[in-house]
């Protein structure tokens, strides 16, 4: 199993684009379950850490938060 390091303020690259044309999204809760918002349309969703990891491509960290 792979594990996805990402925090609070992190961007996310999906897979698969939102319905919205946007493939970007930013991490505003992580844990067990992780919210995110859309950069595209600012829809915020509320995920299971599992399912969202599975659907990463890609994750660039916050300005700063050098890890």
């Known amino acids: 199993m792979n594990i996805v390091k990402f925090g609070v303020g992190d ?8 319905p919205c044309s946007s493939d970007a999204f930013r991490v505003l ?3 067990s379950d992780c919210r995110i918002v859309c950069l595209g349309c600012s829809r915020d969703l509320t995920l299971e850490r599992r399912a969202l990891e599975k659907m990463i491509k890609k994750v660039i960290p916050q300005e700063g938060n050098a890890e």
Do not use: Q
């Open 11 to 18: 961007t996310l690259i999906m897979k698969k684009k939102h």
């Open 29 to 31: 809760r992580a844990g």
